[in-house]
């Protein structure tokens, strides 16, 4: 029961544009949203956050939105840079102290 | 800073044995937690520890064991070893087990069973 989805694998960006991850839920109990990023070898690190009472969260070239209505939520990167190149992870804190993560999206960032 | 600590890096089992797998944080963190990731799926929880003494199952709990040895250590144990446990495996912590607490993660460890 995949409550969190992911559903592009993958996203490849050139350096300076916009970069857009996006991310799905079925929990309409949701009420806080998390982006997490990883290199490979290593964990993933937090990135930003958003709660239900809100539709927007900036944090300097990162942006979240969240709608909702649909059931979804973006990660906004403007502008991309090589070093953003990573995994990201969208997560959701259910029931109890579960953390509802997606499958990820693979960003390439292209010089 | 080192954050959260998994050892070892990479281990290879045969079916059947035993392995325990060792976590330690220097944050100060009440929470812990073990996750595992496999291809095309995300994170998952196994088990997780809301505070030193506590630990309770999270959603794929079945074959393994915890131990919450005291505030900066959290253990996870395979008695005996299938190949379906063959993953990655990251252990986290963070301040206390709140909704909008974000986790620090170690940087994992490959498991292979064979």
């Known amino acids: 029961d995949q409550q969190v989805k992911q559903n592009s694998p993958s996203l490849s960006v050139q350096e300076g544009r916009i970069s857009i991850l996006n991310c799905d839920y079925t929990?309409?109990?949701?009420?806080?949203f998390l982006w997490y990023k990883k290199y490979p070898a290593e964990g993933p690190t937090f990135l930003i956050s958003i709660s239900s009472i809100k539709d927007k969260n900036e944090d300097g070239r990162f942006t979240v939105f969240l709608n909702k209505s649909a059931k979804h939520l973006s990660l906004h990167i403007v502008p991309s840079q090589p070093g953003d190149s990573a995994v990201y992870f969208c997560?959701?804190?259910?029931?109890?102290?579960?953390?509802?993560f997606g499958a990820g999206t693979r960003l390439t960032v292209k010089p | 800073n080192a954050g959260v600590t998994q050892t070892p890096k990479f281990q290879v089992l045969k079916t059947g044995q035993s392995m325990t797998l060792q976590c330690a944080q220097d944050?100060?963190?009440?929470?812990m937690y073990w996750y595992r990731q496999d291809p095309g799926m995300g994170l998952r929880l196994i088990y997780y520890s809301a505070s030193e003494g506590t630990t309770d199952k999270g959603e794929v709990p079945n074959g393994y064991n915890v131990s919450r040895l005291n505030k900066r250590e959290f253990s996870l144990r395979l008695e005996s070893a299938a190949p379906s446990q063959t993953s990655v495996y990251f252990c986290?912590?963070?301040?206390?087990?709140?909704?909008?607490?974000?986790?620090?993660f170690g940087d994992g460890t490959r498991l292979s069973i064979l």
């Open positions: 986290a912590s963070s301040e206390v087990t709140a909704r909008n607490q974000p986790q620090h």
């Open positions: 929990n309409s109990m949701f009420d806080y």
């Open positions: 997560a959701a804190p259910a029931a109890g102290n579960d953390m509802r």
């Open positions: 944050m100060n963190h009440n929470s």
